[in-house]
């Protein structure tokens, strides 16, 4: 059985307060299930609470083993590393996955810089759980046991990854943080910088890019993509890294998902709105398409 429990589903920065606790206030953070393994998407802050689950004492009687993906090292995507308890226990063995760019420190180095005394009361040098660091460009992984994640970049303001997990015929699609690619080139004639070649080549970039974003969806039980903005909001968000609702609903039509989850919600979006925003892309796709949409919510967890 593959499933996923969505433990923080905020982008940007947490915000708790009382126009959020329905659909909560933790940023980025998911658990997927393969039967009894254990794989956690990024590590915002909701993983403090998924990290003092697992040390509750039902939990706690099995070591915590976990394969952890980031998709990227912007801060809400890692900021709950030093508050997730089992770093602390011996026993704890954890493999942190991610992309870095070439200039960039490694990934142990740009996780670990929080735990310094500059950030943080504990350092990097005294966790006691084993914890080992893999760099990965786009590939497909043997996780073993019949577990394959296959990666793939995103269009995102820093190198981010989006990873397919595929488990006994179905698949769980990430796709965060993301928004679509879009031609970069003047396509105005009367620009100055108009080039008739330039902005054509540029199309055609564009085109093959979100193409290959739509196929690496293709046919997933369970899409999770960022949805920070809505339409209107994304106009004056050009270039942010972030997808509109729509585009994700559009996306996953055209990639015959079945059940589309929009996170990385935009921190000033309240419950009330977040409720609004669902009934009606709920009421605009009815009868076109049998894909199931939701807002993610803390909380929530659905099997693919
Ligand atoms: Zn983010
Ligand atoms: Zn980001």
């Not at 350092?123 to 084993?130: D, F, P």
């Given at each position: 059985m593959l499933s996923v429990r969505f433990w923080g589903v905020r982008g940007s920065i947490p915000c708790p307060g009382k126009t959020t606790v329905v659909y909560g206030g933790n940023t980025a953070c998911l658990e997927?299930?393969?039967d009894d393994r254990l794989i956690i998407v990024d590590l915002g802050s909701g993983i403090k609470p998924l990290g003092d689950w697992l040390m509750s004492p039902e939990q706690r009687k099995k070591p915590v083993d976990a394969d952890i993906f980031i998709s990227h090292t912007h801060w809400d995507h890692i900021?709950?590393?030093p508050m997730f308890t089992p770093i602390f226990i011996p026993s704890t063995k954890l493999r942190i996955w991610g992309p870095v760019s070439y200039e960039d420190d490694d990934l142990e180095a740009i996780v670990g810089a929080q735990l310094t005394y500059r950030y943080w009361p504990v350092?990097?040098?005294?966790?006691?759980?084993?914890i080992e660091y893999g760099q990965i460009k786009e590939t497909t992984l043997d996780l073993g046991g019949g577990l394959m994640v296959s990666t793939k970049y995103m269009n995102?303001?820093?190198l981010c990854m989006g990873y397919r997990f595929e488990y006994q015929g179905k698949a769980i699609v990430t796709a965060f943080d993301h928004e679509p690619f879009r031609n970069l080139f003047p396509t105005d004639p009367a620009d100055p910088g108009y080039d008739e070649e330039v902005a054509r080549e540029g199309e055609l970039v564009?085109?093959?890019?979100?193409?290959?974003i739509l196929?690496?969806?293709q046919d997933a039980d369970i899409l999770i993509h960022d949805a920070q903005y809505t339409l209107p909001e994304y106009q004056t968000h050009l270039g942010w890294g972030h997808a509109s609702c729509e585009h994700a609903i559009e996306s996953a039509r055209r990639s015959q998902v079945k059940k589309l989850f929009l996170i990385h919600h935009d921190p000033n979006h309240t419950d009330q709105q977040l409720r609004e925003l669902e009934t009606g892309y709920r009421l605009a796709i009815r009868g076109k398409t049998a894909m199931e949409l939701f807002m993610a919510r803390e909380g929530m967890a659905m099997e693919a």
């Open positions: 997927i299930r393969a900021m709950g590393f350092r990097l040098s005294e966790l006691s759980a084993q995102h303001p820093l564009v085109k093959e890019e979100n193409e290959k196929r690496f969806f």
